[in-house]
């Protein structure tokens, strides 16, 4: 196991860029003077790494705001969309991710996956009765919950690509290979850059404990369990085959095993093909 | 507290014969307290003739609050004589720029340059200190308590309320009230709306009862329908404000740089008559123009 240097890590994704997809979609709209400012978003929430970097910018100490801005529309409201705009096109100027990482990794599943398990998260919010003002936080939750794995794919590509085929070998828990290799699990990278950035600690805790439920936090649940009906679904593929919900077993809040709560959301294929659309467009 | 308009015109200065008797020099507020500190708010064209002014009475302390970085707003800073002047205090006070992660020593070194300028910002002969402030801390000069807050417009925008002497000034800066980027039978519409109603409250709370409202007022309403979006509100936009804040005083200010005077006044008798027995007077903010709280 080598660990990992918690400084060079956090000092590596301050320049670590954005998906191709997004950053080219940044450029061109950033290019245009009529575009939307609902499609910025759009592209914007689409991007686990871009919205992280936005976030973090927002709720830094400097802007002291009463509360933490745990969505990019939020953020809009409160500094403008030509600042957004301008913070995007910073992102866009590092860069893209690079497809193939030595890791291995595939980000395209990646995206997929972490944008399936965001608009699941805001469904189930919606399905509890969450207020509309926070249903943008669910899915926000929702799209970086797995953000630690790309800064692996990038920063330690030898460790994650050993963790991720013992995974896939032993068909078991991705979690416990990362430990095994790098020392620490994507959660707890995830936890560690959301804390260095001041993100809102809902957020902080829903990328932490992503991996189980406790009734504790409706947004940490709700991204669990998005989690896990992406992965049943196959909606893309994050490097875990591993779902942590017994066939059978009821799941709380919604009182309904996997399959069933699945049936009672109705058809999810166009959760899928919209994400789809989006990578491929 | 008493304040004195040295430039009222939006974007650019306009020099000439149909802008001489409400002015031609872009933005800056002199607010003076009971006990003589001097408040400068933005350093538009209008802060140089403040600063010849200012000759006559040296050595002086200033403090001069930026709202945002815009030309418009900071273009005077090098031609503030007492800058160049030793014995005087210049402290300037404005945000974090959150793209370039500046302070706001940027507002006098972008322009401090060869290139731009003679002088280089090692030349200048007054003290000159710089503070990076944040929304919703205040800042205390003698009596007089400055507070800025995060306003919408295309750049970081502050608006700061001063509280001093018992009376109170809300300035905006270039404001343009949020709107609604979704249309009402989309989805994300209500989530947003809340958003901006949530702010919206804040930014009242912020102007709630002082005694001199002053608003960024470019446009009619009628101009603005091709305007939504450039960072700027309108006469109307001002009003439903000053109403909702429960202001006594409302300027309206940034006056647009093509307009005539006449064509002001035009505009502010339609607004006097669409707007009868409002409890606040209603003001065009007028360069040199002296008000007493």
């Known amino acids: 196991m080598t660990a990992i240097d918690n400084e060079e890590l956090i000092a590596f994704v301050e320049k670590m ?95 997929l996956h972490s944008l399936t398990t965001a608009s699941i998260s805001r469904i189930l919010a919606e399905k509890l009765g969450v207020k509309a003002s926070e249903c943008s936080d669910f899915f926000v939750a929702g799209l970086i919950h797995d953000f630690g794995k790309i800064v692996f794919a990038e920063f330690d590509p030898v460790n994650f690509k050993l963790a991720l085929e013992k995974s896939a070998i032993g068909n078991s828990s991705l979690d416990s290979a990362e430990i095994e290799f790098m020392g620490i699990n994507h959660a707890q990278a995830g936890r560690l850059l959301a804390e260095k950035w001041e993100l809102d600690i809902q957020l902080i805790d829903a990328i932490d404990h992503h991996h189980s439920i406790n009734n504790e936090s409706l947004l940490k649940d709700c991204v669990f369990v998005a989690n896990q009906i992406s992965k049943k679904l196959q909606f893309g593929f994050a490097g875990n085959p591993i779902i942590e919900i017994t066939p059978g077993e009821l799941i709380p809040r919604f009182e309904l095993s996997l399959d069933d709560l699945i049936t009672s959301l109705g058809d999810l294929s166009n959760v899928r093909s919209e994400a789809l659309s989006f990578i491929n467009s | ?207 709630q009862d002082v005694n001199a409202l002053i608003i960024d007022s470019s446009y009619t309403s009628e101009e603005y329908i091709i305007k939504k979006g450039w960072g700027h509100g309108t006469y109307n936009s001002a009003i439903k404000l000053a109403k909702q804040a429960k202001a006594k005083k409302l300027f309206f200010t940034h006056h647009e740089p093509t307009r005539t005077d006449e064509q002001l006044e035009v505009i502010y008798k339609q607004q006097l008559n669409e707007n009868p027995n409002t409890e606040f007077e209603i003001i065009l903010a007028k360069e040199g123009h002296d008000i007493l709280l």
């Open chain 1, 17 to 111: 860029p954005a998906f191709p997809k997004s950053v080219q979609k940044v450029v061109q709209l950033t290019s245009d003077v009529n575009a939307s400012a609902k499609e910025i978003v759009r592209v914007i929430e689409s991007d686990p790494v871009m919205t992280v970097k936005i976030l973090k910018v927002i709720n830094s100490a400097f802007y002291g705001l009463p509360k933490k801005i745990t969505s990019i529309q939020r953020a809009v409201v409160h500094i403008g969309l030509n600042t957004i705009k301008n913070l995007a096109l910073s992102v866009a100027a590092m860069g893209v991710l690079n497809p193939t990482n030595k890791a291995g990794f595939n980000t395209q599943d990646f995206l």
């Open chain 2, 1 to 207: 507290m008493k304040l004195r308009f040295w430039g009222v015109r939006g974007s650019i200065a306009t020099p000439g014969p149909t802008t001489v008797k409400y002015g031609g020099n872009t933005t800056c507020i002199e607010v003076t307290t009971d006990n003589g500190e001097i408040i400068i708010l933005d350093a538009g064209t209008g802060i140089n003739p403040l600063g010849q002014k200012l000759l006559k009475q040296l050595p002086v302390t200033a403090h001069i609050f930026i709202t945002h970085t815009h030309w418009d707003h900071i273009q005077g800073l090098p031609f503030f004589s007492p800058i160049f002047i030793p014995g005087n205090e210049i402290k300037i006070y404005g945000g974090l720029d959150p793209v370039t992660n500046e302070g706001i020593e940027r507002a006098l070194g972008v322009q401090l340059q060869y290139s731009y300028f003679p002088i280089r910002e090692a030349e200048l002969n007054a003290s000159v200190e710089y503070n990076t402030i944040k929304p919703g801390e205040s800042i205390s000069i003698g009596e007089a308590k400055i507070t800025p807050i995060l306003l919408s417009h295309p750049v970081l925008n502050f608006g700061y309320r001063i509280d001093c002497d018992g009376q109170s000034i809300f300035f905006t800066g270039d404001y343009e009230p949020i709107f609604n980027i979704y249309e009402p039978d989309e989805n994300e519409y209500e989530e947003y709306q809340s958003f901006i109603d949530q702010k919206n409250q804040q930014i009242i709370t912020a102007m």
